[in-house]
């Protein structure tokens, strides 16, 4: 009997071929299979640059002023929420479109504040990062999850939004915010409860100004 | 011997005369139906392993019995086959509406897609399918929110360092990344924050248990767990426990469930987020006989709110919702 092992070492070559060109199975990590899955479809961040410059922008001209929903979510809340407040399906939390001007009045590591009258109280504070949460995409009032198959894309907005922001607003704020100065912003407010946390409005901007 | 014979095919033949007439009677189809006596609706759970479930499969069988309806309660099984094998006979029994809680966000939108084929309309309650033209109406958690919340909470009451774990939920559900996502966005803003260890856990406490055994053996010196629901919190509290390190590892969970709650009490848990099932579930009942009685516009998607539980406001909650 002749050896036959070239043969069997020519099949196990073969099979081997076969599945290092077509392997049976892929082992990947559980995240990047889920994004091959459903996360890559969308590009966050390409949505979000043309949203920001062709429509949030331009909606600075339909927000409300500071003052006047400060005034009256402190006067007639029911209808400051009713008439202003943005709300996402079943929620207690309502957002807002605001812009304002005010004087600066403290300014630390976390935050700047600012007073709407000259000599009055804080009324405004913006945080200077990192940016959490849907503020921005909820308050803007012009994104509907219900356009979104999946809400994974429309949360990763949120993401995207947040980072534009310190990338490219707060830095702003950062460099020309001192006490006394004045600041003009547009951007969106967040409140959970009128009755207990109204005053300082919390802004997450999307423009900043010194005029 | 004959003559018996004989007439048992003349039966037969009668009865699949009378089987064949009743089917293809016109105006015989689901949608018909739907509008005559039959008042049935199925209610179709991912799992009724989890307390969790349980109550929002309890709360909208309880709505629809309200309302007026025959409801009964399938149990997925966490099992895709399970749940297509409960759509077909779903299907084949002419139920007038379904409320579902999906197993897969993908996976069951062709579950959904042949009972709208047949006529029945279909409302999720919790889980989200990546479809928006198959189900009349999803309500769902704003997960992502409730997360990010969860994930400042976790910086403030962890620090900025120190080592930590994630138990993930179901891989191929929406729910799962989207709490996962909503965390890691404010958690990976903290570089002093490791995770040594994600694994998925399936929503499931007793595995949970388990991996949590595991991965404290190759990470015994970690400071916090977050655990993508309750059921897999209160495993990982449990491997705490019996490891000896319930009091120094902090537990973050994420449901709202009753033994969660009571353990945030006790400041046994950090923290979790609160969803409400029984909105979810009431809200789905409530749209669903609206459809059957001729409303037709309703939203897609309607994310509910989510609030974070912890010591400070756990006064203010109970298991699955706020105090009454």
Partial sequence: MRPRWWKWALGIGAV????????PVHVVPLETGRQRRAGDRFDAE????????????PAEAQAIRAEVLLGLLQTRPEEALERYGRRLGLSRSTCFLVSGQGTVVTVDEAAVSLALEPGGPVAVVIGLGPVFGNTLRDGSGLLDVNEFPNSQDFNAISAALNRRVEERVLPLLKAGAVPGRTVAFAGCAEIHDPRRELFPLRVV????RFP | MKPTIRWSWVGLAVSV?????????PGS???????????????????LNNPWFVVLAETARDRLRALGYEATVFDSQNDPAK??????????????AVLFNPTDADGSIANVRRAKAAGIPVFCMDREINATDAAVCQILSDN????????????????????YVELLGLVGDNNTWNRSKGFHSVVDRYPGLRMVAQQSADFDRARALEVMEAVLQANPDIDAVFCGNDAMAMGAYQALVAAGKAERVKVFGFDGAEDVVRLIGEGKIAATAMQFPKVMARTAAEFADAYLKGKRDFPQKVP?????????NVHEYQGYGRKE
């Fill in chain 2, 83 to 96: 749940e297509a094998a409960h759509f077909d006979n779903i299907i084949a029994s002419r139920y007038v």
């Fill in chain 1, 46 to 57: 390409a949505f979000v640059e043309e949203f920001w410059e062709r429509r949030l922008l």
């Fill in chain 2, 304 to 312: 509910v709110a989510v609030e974070l539980v912890t010591r400070d």
């Fill in chain 2, 29 to 47: 189809g689901p949608t018909e139906s739907a509008a005559g006596d039959n008042r049935r609706v199925a209610v179709v759970i991912s799992t």
């Fill in chain 2, 144 to 163: 992502y929110s409730g997360a990010v919340a969860v994930g400042r909470y976790f910086v403030q009451v962890v620090g900025s360092t120190g080592k």
């Fill in chain 1, 205 to 208: 901007p999307f423009q900043i």
């Fill in chain 2, 17 to 25: 005369g009378m089987l064949g007439w009743t089917g293809c009677k």
């Fill in chain 1, 16 to 23: 081997g071929l076969f599945w290092w060109v077509c392997p």
